[in-house]
């Protein structure tokens, strides 16, 4: 009679234990992987948008850096932690598309993040003029 008892407690205790598991794994990972690297990038801020669906926005910027000589501008894309409209980094960031001045931009890489809605791995901390 104590076996099925013993068999239940299995059955729900189990996938509990592989959870937690889980869920540890990815903390570390997040927290291992947060701030990666560190630096600024110069250029023009040339696009800022809203993408993503309904339950996952996020702020979506691309900036132009140019190479030197007659090369082509490499397009490096960015997003913010706070998105909100009211958040000094992203007035800053409207500020400096509309003007089309070059600006330095110091960023955060965070890689591997397995829950993240924006697909750039690099977040931009401050906006220099």
Known sequence: MAQPRKLKWLLVLVPVV?????????????????AYSKGSRTGVVRKISVRGPPYCKYL?????????GLAAPEVWEFSVDDDADTNPLVVALHAAEKDGTRVTLDYRQDLHSLFRCTPSEYFVTKVEK
Request: aromatic fraction near 20%; glycine fraction near 12%; charge should be neutral.
């Open 18 to 34: 592989l959870m937690m598991v889980f869920g540890s794994y990815e903390g570390l990972r997040v927290w291992w992987y947060r």
């Open 60 to 68: 979506a910027g691309e900036m132009s850096l140019q190479a030197a």
